[in-house]
RNA sequence: GGGCCUAUAGCUCAGUUGGUUAGAGCGCGCGCCUGAUAAGCGCGAGGUCGGUAGUUCGAGUCUACCUAGGCCCA
């Protein structure tokens, strides 16, 4: 871009700028300038900070989750870069997985297994990989407009063959270590999407819902024994009624006592302790006896159905430790297809397990009755034959949390399937330790939702029998008698074994590879791939490595880049990404795979819900953008307690954001007008200096120096929050206080030199908190940069060096206690009911460390409208003094007198000594170890400073003049108000008539001059026809007095 | 039932190693404009920090228990 010039103006800077348009031309600029690129390249490779970008779902647009995520991905990066740290940003897809696999069944209109097979998978596959290309272009539409810096280019896709090739890799070196099994497991299955699911996908989002289902007590019969010859009936409760045809076993608490109950000649046991829920049912039945459950425990009974009556070693009462009595009736039945607990139990009892439920969640055979329900539709009628049988006890229903399938809102069963795993349990505890080097935000994630996850980390089922994914490169002889397994972890090794080299991992290709069993002697055998596709958080997993195709290339870009040294996602993916990198990184290189991770909290709607795109209860990204612009929302979010870990409510309307541009975006755009409008006026161009000795330069430059150190030491701790919140403070005290009391210095033209240093410092201070502030606001702090300065763009810049800035923290600290005294001068006269428009005569300072305040006097004399500014040592005459001692200190030396010591203190019972010493309580207090704070009198318009050392009386006797002073400023508010509501311009000269009671009157014509001068009127009349010569006509009431002021503009 | 988090002003949140009188923004009340910014500025009112017990000379801060809400798990 073009260079300014000595004498070339700043830009003509609006007062109210339109931040979307700036925003839009910003992002052109980094565009054609390749500005991104630029600011990467410009960093040395030998001081690199690594940033692994998570891979989102290619499918879906992004919404304020994602968005607020790609913004703490943008600021991390943005700061390390002006840090010196060179940080690239490959933008990552996770292109795999059931959620493409949906998209491609609703478009295809065909669902299930056995209908994607007649389909082909070929074409399948093709329709999975075009539906997660469809939106890639949209998310980089947002991504730019929201000015996150992403290497789209470059970027990596979980499907490529080369990522795809390293994900084979890892699992054969799983394999080689003895960390892969196969093994049949009683899983969580979506019967919906036809797979398995892993345990923590059953636990991501909102996936536990509230479910209601039948639950019902029905009653088994017992077989009798020598020892027992009657019958006896046990009730049994499940809220799965579709289990029971599968029923195998029962279990009782070997340690339980159950009470056996008789009626009508039968008996019948059930948990003591569940006997009052039951009461209706018992009835009126004895009570006949007591027993332990260890004494059922072995005893067979008649099976409920009859599917499988032959099965061996069922139908027995087992002894399980996990029964207990809170729910149901302390007596639980097996079925150990179907349940965790229940396989565990049957295992040890030898007991075979049936499952004869197929991959839609429908009957099989042999459970005749039921076969091609779906498991939830035969609930009914399966109780509806045990109530016609007679075992139904009782029927009622149970609201409970229930795990759904994550993607197609289907309950989930539990079912048994042959899996593969990782065994997670065999290197818990090495994540457990390696956790420990990762620095966690909000801190308690590490020990507390991580590291108890870490701590229960159950073996991980990574095979999903799907479509669209990473193949398990596990091959296996098709003839059990000539076993054999071949585990391939690269193409090369394929192009060994099956003499064809792939160049697409995908099924089907990679299905046909099939070839002899060498094991075989008969030739017959084949190696075939088992069938399954691997969980694609697997895949996620593996991006450290994968997305560089490692180990078949970038080694040694790998070993350097491993681990990350920050990444960041929401909450829950404790249980997701960062869990899976967490597997990997530890059981392939035994090393964490980051070192800094922010948990950022969810965005909900103003009432809390979630937000739901068919609720409409959030205001559209992109209205926000068009709206208020992406710095807005940038800042809104991320300023906001959710980088805490917290939630986030925003409103419908976005309130939150626009409030955003009103006190952060808007304040920093007028002080930048401010500068531009005045440089150009008085022709002067400033320059970067830190040495202007004016106080009030002095004052905002070591400010500014405070500034960059909080921002550090913020980001040192990866505290986003803390930053704008330090950011805002630096700008109220350059606006508020800097800018409004150096006004006339900025045209002063009698004293160049002086109002250089002004400008001079401006721009320095400005400068610098727009490098600061610049990965917070990159759009807008680039438009101002750009504005001030001749270089091509904030983001190129060097960090600041606070050194190189003056520290006077003396003069911060004087400054804070002349905005105290202004602040406090202010009050009184509130207190006092004395407009600050009333000039008074004098304000006076009573205290101790006054000399600071020396050379801020006119300062403090024009901010409270007084004459005269005093500072006195004589404090007595307005305050009495309290003791404050210095409670820090002096209890640790104390200890137990210190009450005793407070407690005087606070009575007034001490005394000072001519030494400097405090004596109250029998305890000597030295200098240092107490303060002497100062207690305004009653009855005096004074008041203490906010540190409580001195006090601030203001003297509120009015004289004439002082008086006339104030009704003549009145009356010039009053003439103002009415050259506004006349709607006249602000140049807009003007003719006057006033009608005033006779005070005002004198006032008046005390202050002509000012009045005229300072509302532009050519004529001042004061008296006459207010509304004669059709002038605009103003009334005012001024306390009890009527005033009215007629105006015509002069032409 | 267990784990983690949260509970501070009407609302949203800060609050360093325990220290006497707990802060900010919004909202509210009052006041201030014409040499940047009314989409602004100043001043003020308003909380005893969810409850109880404890540790301590001293607790918003530490401990235990309880209550309410959120998340996760059983």
């Known amino acids: 871009m073009s260079s300014h010039d000595a004498k070339k103006p700043y830009p003509e800077v609006p007062p109210q700028a339109r931040f979307p348009e700036i925003e839009k031309r910003v992002l ?139 994900v084979m890799w890892a699992f054969k070196e799983l394999h080689r270590k003895g960390l892969i099994y196969e093994g049949y497991r009683v899983m969580p299955y979506s019967w919906a999407a036809e797979t398995p699911l892993s345990n923590f996908e059953t636990r991501l989002d909102d996936s536990y819902r509230e479910k209601q289902d039948p639950a019902i007590t029905v009653r088994f019969e017992l077989e ?37 109950y008789r009626a009508d000649g039968q008996r019948f046991v059930i948990g003591a302790a569940a006997a009052e829920k039951y009461q209706k049912e018992i009835g009126d039945a004895e009570r006949v006896g007591t027993l332990q459950g260890q004494a059922l425990v072995g005893r067979s009974y008649r099976p409920l159905f009859p599917f499988f009556a032959d099965n061996p070693k069922s139908f027995v009462v087992l002894g399980a430790d996990f029964v207990n009595t809170e729910e149901g009736t302390g007596i639980v039945h097996l079925a150990p297809g179907f349940g965790e607990d229940d396989m565990s139990v049957c295992n040890a009892a030898e007991i075979p397990v049936v499952c004869p439920v197929d991959d839609g969640g429908k009957f099989t055979e042999p459970v005749s009755t039921y076969v091609g329900q779906h498991v939830f539709d035969a609930n009914k009628p399966i109780i509806r034959e045990l109530k016609e049988r007679s075992v139904l006890i009782r029927h009622e229903t149970y609201l409970h949390n229930y795990p759904h399938c994550w993607r197609t809102g289907t309950p989930l069963i539990y079912k048994a399937m042959s899996s593969w795993f990782v065994r997670v349990t065999d290197f818990r505890e090495r994540m457990v330790e390696l956790n420990q080097q990762i620095r966690w935000v909000p801190e308690h994630i590490r020990d507390g939702l991580f590291g108890n996850w870490l701590e229960g980390a159950r073996d991980w089922s990574i095979s999903r029998n799907r479509f669209w994914g990473a193949p398990i490169p596990v091959w296996r002889s098709d003839n059990p008698e000539y076993p054999r397994i071949d585990v391939y972890g690269s193409i090369e090794e394929l192009e060994a074994d099956f003499g064809v080299r792939l160049d697409n991992l995908h099924r089907p290709y990679i299905d046909e590879l099939v070839r002899p069993n060498p094991d075989d002697p008969s030739g017959k055998s084949q190696m075939r791939r088992v069938s399954d596709v691997l969980d694609c958080w697997f895949e996620s997993g593996s991006m450290p490595f994968a997305q560089v195709h490692y180990p078949f290339e970038n080694r040694e870009w790998f070993e350097n880049h491993f681990p990350a040294d920050f990444i960041t996602e929401y909450l829950a993916q404790t249980r997701g990404w960062f869990y899976t990198l967490m597997v990997l990184s530890t059981a392939l290189f035994d090393r964490p795979p980051f070192l800094n991770c922010v948990c950022h909290g969810v965005v909900l709607d103003e009432t809390g819900q979630k937000l739901s795109k068919r609720l409409q209860n959030y205001p559209s990204p992109e209205e926000m953008f068009e709206t208020y612009g992406a710095d807005a929302l940038r800042w809104f979010l991320v300023a906001s307690p959710i980088l805490r870990g917290n939630d986030l409510q925003i409103d419908r309307e976005g309130h939150g954001i626009r409030e955003v541009v009103r006190l952060v975006l808007n304040p920093i755009w007028n002080a930048y007008s401010f500068f531009c409008l005045y440089a150009n006026s008085e022709n002067i161009r400033a320059t970067f200096r830190t040495d202007s000795p004016h106080v009030l330069d002095r004052y905002i430059l070591s400010k500014v120096g405070d500034l960059v150190q909080a921002v550090e030491d913020r980001m040192e701790v990866y505290d986003l929050p803390g930053v704008c919140t330090e950011i805002t403070a630096f700008v109220d005290a350059l606006n508020n206080w800097y800018i409004r009391r150096s006004r006339d210095r900025f045209w002063r033209h009698d004293e160049a030199e002086e109002t250089q240093n002004a400008y001079d410092t401006l721009y320095t201070a400005l400068v610098t908190l727009l490098k600061v502030s610049s990965p917070f606001l990159p759009l807008i702090g680039e438009e101002i940069y750009r504005g001030l300065t001749d270089e091509r763009s904030v983001h190129l810049c060097e960090w600041p060096d606070a050194k190189e800035l003056p520290r006077d923290q003396d003069l911060v600290t004087t400054m804070d206690r002349v905005r105290d005294v202004c602040s406090t001068g202010l009050a009184v006269r509130r207190e006092h009911d004395v407009r600050v428009r009333q000039p008074l005569r004098k304000l006076t300072v009573a205290g101790a460390n006054l000399d600071g305040l020396k050379p801020f006097l006119e300062l403090i004399l024009d901010e409270v409208n007084v004459k005269e500014v005093e500072l006195s040592l004589d404090i007595e005459r307005y305050a009495a003094f309290k003791l404050q001692v210095n409670a820090r200190e002096l209890g640790k030396k104390l200890g137990g007198k210190m009450q005793d010591v407070i407690r005087a203190s606070k009575s007034g019972e001490w005394r000072q000594l001519d030494d400097g010493t405090v004596e109250l309580a029998g305890i000597t207090l ?50 103002q108000q009415a050259r506004k509501e006349a709607d006249l311009h602000v140049s807009d000269r003007i003719h006057l008539v006033l009608a005033l009671p006779a005070e005002w009157k004198q006032a008046a014509e005390a202050y002509r001059e000012t009045i005229a001068e300072q509302t532009l009127a050519l004529q001042l009349e004061l008296s006459g026809d207010v509304a004669g010569n059709n002038r605009f006509v103003h009334q005012a009431k001024l306390g009890n007095d009527s005033v009215e002021v007629g105006l015509s503009k002069a032409t």
Not at 233 to 254: E, F, I, K, M, R
């Open 28 to 166: 052109e600029f980094w565009k054609a300038e390749k500005i991104f690129a630029e600011s990467v390249a410009g960093r040395p490779e030998s001081n690199e900070y690594v940033f692994y970008d998570g891979p989102p779902f290619a499918n879906g647009l992004p919404h304020y989750g994602h968005l607020l995520t790609g913004y703490v991905k943008d600021i991390v990066p943005r700061y390390q870069t002006l840090r010196g740290r060179r940080v690239e940003r490959r933008f990552g897809w996770d292109c795999h997985g059931l959620p493409a696999e949906m998209e491609a069944e609703k478009k295809l209109e065909i669902s299930g297994r056995a209908k994607i097979m007649d389909y082909g998978i070929d074409r399948f596959n093709d329709t999975c990989r075009t539906s997660v290309q469809k939106y890639t272009q949209e998310w980089e539409n947002y991504v730019t407009r929201q000015a996150r810096w992403v290497d789209f280019e470059n970027d990596y896709k979980t499907m490529d063959v080369s990522y795809m090739e390293s």
């Open 224 to 260: 009798a024994t020598a020892d027992d010859p009657h019958p006896l009936g046990v009730w049994v409760w499940t809220t799965t009624p579709w289990t029971l045809p599968s029923n195998l076993a029962l279990a009782v608490g070997p340690e339980i006592e159950y009470a056996i």
């Open 926 to 975: 030295e200098p240092g170890e107490y303060e002497l704070l100062v207690d305004a009198k009653e009855g005096i318009a004074c008041r203490a400073l906010g540190t409580n050392d001195a006090i601030v009386i203001l003297d509120l006797e009015l004289d004439q003049g002082l008086e006339q002073e104030g009704r003549a400023r009145d009356l010039i508010r009053v003439i």
